[in-house]
């Protein structure tokens, strides 16, 4: 078992930044690619960022050049830079992490809200 819990998120201001975390525990040596959804309102959860194992990342159009993903290995966690938020930004981030052999989602985190003020 994969257990992911985010943090980080909050009110901000539009323009303002952000950064969440989501901290990894359990099966650690089962996780490969790692990143983050968001859920707006009515909305489906949509795909925000992927990192790989040695750092590759891949970023939703809407988001590129505004946001960052990364990951510590080391500390077993990733991380989401948000910059220049925009109120249409505001959702519940989710973390989660693929398997490393298949790439089959392992876990998904319980998700911490964001809300960017107009």
């Known amino acids: 078992q994969v257990q992911l819990v985010e943090s980080g998120g909050g009110l901000v201001e539009t323009g303002g930044p952000l950064r969440l975390s989501c901290a990894a525990s359990?099966?650690?040596?089962?996780?490969?690619?790692m990143g983050w959804y968001l859920q707006a309102p009515g909305n489906e959860r949509d795909l925000v960022a992927t990192?790989?194992?040695?750092?590759?990342?891949m970023y939703a159009d809407s988001v590129k050049g505004r946001l960052a993903i990364s990951r510590d290995n080391s500390k077993n966690a990733e991380y989401l830079q948000m910059s220049s938020l925009k109120p249409e930004d505001t959702a519940v981030y989710y973390c989660?992490?693929?398997?490393?052999?298949?790439?089959?989602?392992?876990?998904w985190g319980q998700g911490t809200q964001v809300t960017v003020s107009s």
């Open positions: 990192i790989t194992s040695d750092g590759n990342t």
């Open positions: 359990g099966s650690i040596g089962r996780i490969g690619p």
């Open positions: 989660y992490a693929l398997g490393r052999v298949r790439s089959e989602l392992v876990s």
